[in-house]
């Protein structure tokens, strides 16, 4: 089973995700455990993914990896890896339990009724890791609802780029049906080589919904006490309005909704500059107030 969890592997690494992950911004010493739990998201995500494994091949191995690492099994070197580094800094795996539960939905379930269903998947897809950045970091858990607006926020860009390519090769399809109901329209219609009229509207109203997750996420890296967690989140904030704002104008069936690294690094120095400034505003503030 180890061996087919590798084979399933996929060569994508951290430096290839749309947004940063523990990227140098991270202090060093938070970098080893949020890579582990990284490879072993990264493994479980492809396992997932597969275009030929059957399902319960899929959903054997996400059971391995789970027994690997909640139990003593060495079925996966992934999660053995990352029951490691946890215990290593007295973190429980709660947040990785969370995660296997989304890549079991992802074998099981190719359809979402409403954006309620979807925002469900995203509890398990892709708040988890915010909460264990922050749990990482000791930051505070009253942080949580800013985190996972934002991860949230982060997972429904991503299936909105990814969206033809999901239903192509998948059969997966993360648009809401009653959204795709609301305009006329069936999935069928991610085959096409770029996005009919109906299909742009659904994307967009995602996008309008994705702004608010993002506005809700606004004040969540001022509020980090860890600097360095802060600036990385600022700038994934950036991106993610950006891109967000990239998909109201162009077609992911047909132009490129993905960052440059040159405008990436753009956004970056602007998202730093911002973020220094707020935060130093923030530190006087109390000051100012004083009689």
Known sequence: MTQAAGALRSEKSHSDENF????????????????????FARTADDVADHETATPDEKL????????????HGQVSPEAASLKAALAGHGLSAEHAIDLLEAFRRDVR?????NWDELMDYCRYSAMPVGRFVLDV??????????????????????HLQDCAKDYRTLNRVYLPLDLLGRFDIEPEALRAERASPALRGVIEE????????LSHAR?????????????EVAVIQKFAEDLNATLKKRDPL???VHHRKSEALGLAFGAAARFMASRA???KAPAALEP
């Not at 080893?32 to 739990?37: D, P, Y």
């Not at 970091?137 to 991503?158: F, K, M, T």
């Not at 004040?219 to 600036?231: E, Y």
């Open 20 to 39: 940063p992950v523990a990227s140098f911004l991270i202090h060093p010493r938070h970098r080893a455990v949020i890579l582990a739990f990284y490879r």
């Open 137 to 158: 970091h000791g930051e505070d858990r009253a942080l949580w609802p800013y985190s996972d607006a934002l991860c949230a926020a982060l997972q429904v860009i991503n």
């Open 206 to 213: 995602l996008a309008r919904r994705t702004d608010a997750l």
């Open 281 to 283: 505003i923030r530190r």
């Open 60 to 71: 054997r191995l996400l059971d391995g990896m789970e027994e690997s690492l909640v139990r």
């Open 109 to 113: 379930k190719l359809r979402y009724a």
């Open 219 to 231: 004040p969540f890296a001022v509020a980090i006490a860890d600097g360095r967690l802060g600036l």
């Open 254 to 256: 047909s132009q490129r």
